[in-house]
């Protein structure tokens, strides 16, 4: 498998754990429509130490590597299990626009995936449509 697809794969897996918990977060401010510059700042600007501690409990977000500060990369949703894993497939892909490697761990905050790439660009994609924001 070539390093592009696996990189697609990863979005498309994180996708599908995460995109059901991720609809229930929060809306963006009143008058802010998400995906903009506006909900990204608010968005990132309440990822702090309070922030880790309460994604801990239901890990709704996967806002570092390894998820949480011990870096456990286990997630507790459950939308995703045994009986149904076989039903997962593809939703959407996205080209990081590289022929390079990517061997980078998406981050996703409010439904926002912010995925890292050569030459240190950084993508944010919509993580219910795969579109770029």
Request: aromatic letters at 8%; a positive charge; glycine letters at 8%.
């Amino acid at each position: 498998m070539t390093r592009k697809i696996a990189a697609r794969v990863a979005v498309a897996l994180l996708l599908g754990m995460s995109a059901t918990a991720m609809a229930q977060n929060a809306a963006p401010p009143a008058g802010v429509a998400k995906g903009s510059p506006g909900h990204i700042k608010a968005v990132t600007q309440r990822v702090d130490g309070a922030f880790f501690k309460a994604n801990a409990a239901k890990t709704p977000d996967w806002p570092s590597y390894g998820l949480d500060y011990a870096e456990t990369r286990f997630s507790k949703l459950d939308q995703v299990n045994a009986s149904n894993v076989k039903d997962l497939g593809l939703v959407w892909s996205y080209d990081l626009q590289s022929t390079r490697g990517v061997e980078a761990t998406p981050l996703v905050v409010d439904g926002v995936m912010y995925v890292t790439a050569s030459w240190s660009v950084v993508h944010a994609l919509d993580v219910r449509t795969g579109k770029k924001i």
